[in-house]
């Protein structure tokens, strides 16, 4: 059986249930409208945001060690993004992703196209999106923020 791992809403009347061994969108009545199964310890990373849902799981397929999807309420997902660093953290706010990874940061927008990176965001352990396009780096005693116009990061566009 699935152990729960958080409930998000996807909008009035769906939510996403992410679980050890899979992730289903259910509707108010009950009714499952999609699910994605995997392995357990498969899950790598998930994050609701705009009333969707990012989820990144490990990946067997090429040099992809996680691919992340976008799902919505309709149980439509987006094509997978292949992530070949080791996923570190994600945040997404519905409009936009923050991807961090063992080798940086990558911004991507709403259509999973990349838009900056900041490759001096390794080694950080957290990230944040703020309402201004821009992102907050955790690391164990401070905090960091970048954008696009850091001296740090290169435009992907």
């Known amino acids: 059986s699935v152990v729960p ?14 679980g050890d061994y899979s992730t289903s969108i259910i509707n108010r009545k009950g009714e499952i409208i999609t699910t994605i199964s995997y392995s357990v310890d498969d899950l790598n ?17 090429g040099q992809a060690r996680s691919e992340l999807t976008i799902l919505e309420a309709s149980g439509a997902q987006s094509e997978p993004l292949a992530i070949e660093e080791e996923l570190q ?5 519905g409009a936009r992703l923050a991807l961090l990874t063992s080798s ?12 900056w990176a900041n490759t001096s965001a390794a080694g950080a352990g957290g990230v944040g999106l703020t309402g201004d396009g821009g992102v907050w780096l ?5 905090a960091t923020f970048v954008s696009a116009a850091s001296d740090t990061s290169e435009e992907l566009k």
């Not at 940086?104 to 838009?115: F, H, I, K, Q």
């Not at 955790?138 to 401070?142: A, C, I, L, M």
Request: net charge negative.
């Open 5 to 18: 791992l958080a409930v998000g809403y996807l909008d009035g009347s769906t939510v996403a249930v992410v």
């Open 138 to 142: 955790t690391y164990p005693k401070q």
């Open 45 to 61: 990373a998930y994050c609701f945001g705009g009333g969707k849902l990012a989820l990144a799981i490990h990946s067997y397929s």
């Open 89 to 93: 953290a994600i945040d997404y706010d």
């Open 104 to 115: 940086g940061l990558t911004v991507y927008d709403s259509a999973l196209r990349p838009l």
